[in-house]
């Protein structure tokens, strides 16, 4: 067996097993199956995508596996990463540097980020990885014009070292400010921890039940088809105000009707007061699905 083969292996172990499959129904069952998706991929680093309409977990992975044929089958789990592995050097230079770079160039670009990078280890978020790159750029332009040793471009070497060390130290400020708020999060999760009941540490499966719990927890005292109402009110006063047509419907994909569940249910006492609201203003609430006959 390869060390690929071995790697999915692996990686299907911990991503799909009943274990697994378990608490993405339990998950599922209480905050709805967008979310349960969402917060499953997160957890255990699967690659999300809101695309793909699948019926339960295992469903989810076996249509992200055909997607993703070529890339995801050696165990890349990030999307970015899985994408970029499909490529040769100079598609991936393209796509990571832009067009306009030498082979040399990119190489450069290449040692340069990954000598920047190399403290952050896997902690790196999108607006560092996206400030180190930029800070690497400058970096090649700075040593490209110290090379030229006239004073015009040694001037302009300097210029280029003054911005990558302002960058760089702003992203150092940053990622203090990025521990602080870490700090911030575990007095959050330690806070949701007492409140649902767990000890100190939480199994995979925990920590699951845990968002699960937080997420049932929203409640609007309201139904979603005046949320629906208000949203789309909001949206075409904004169109409005830009010399756009308006919507007669709000878009499908900026329905809250996923989250149907952290609304008041149709027959509730809020229902009831609606009515007389959406009748007077000449509204109307969605058709809902009738249940099928067993």
Known sequence: MSDGQVMTAKLYQDIDNPSVRETFSRLRDTVGSDVAFFVCCAFLDVPYSPKISAADWGDYLAQLKTRWAREFKDGATDIREAVKRGMGDKERWIATWGPTYSEADYRQLDEIFATLSRRSGD????????????????????????????????????????????????????????????????????????????????????????????????????????????????????????DLPTFSTLPEDASLAPYEREFEPEGSAVWGKENSVIDYLGLARKPREEEPII
């Open 123 to 242: 902690t790196m978020d999108p607006q560092q990885e996206l400030t180190l790159r930029y800070c690497a750029k400058l970096a090649l332009l700075r040593d490209k014009c110290i090379v030229q040793e006239d004073k015009e471009s040694v001037d302009r070497a300097k210029n280029y070292d003054a911005m990558f060390q302002k960058n760089l130290e702003a992203e150092n400020l940053r990622g203090r400010e990025a521990k602080n708020q870490t700090e911030r999060l575990d007095g959050i999760v330690d806070s949701l921890k007492r409140r649902f009941g767990y000890g100190k540490e939480l199994t995979q499966a925990q920590a699951i039940e845990v968002v699960a719990k937080w997420y049932a927890s929203h409640h609007y005292n309201m139904t979603v088809d005046a949320a629906d109402h208000m949203l789309l009110s909001i949206l075409n006063a904004t169109r409005t105000n830009s």
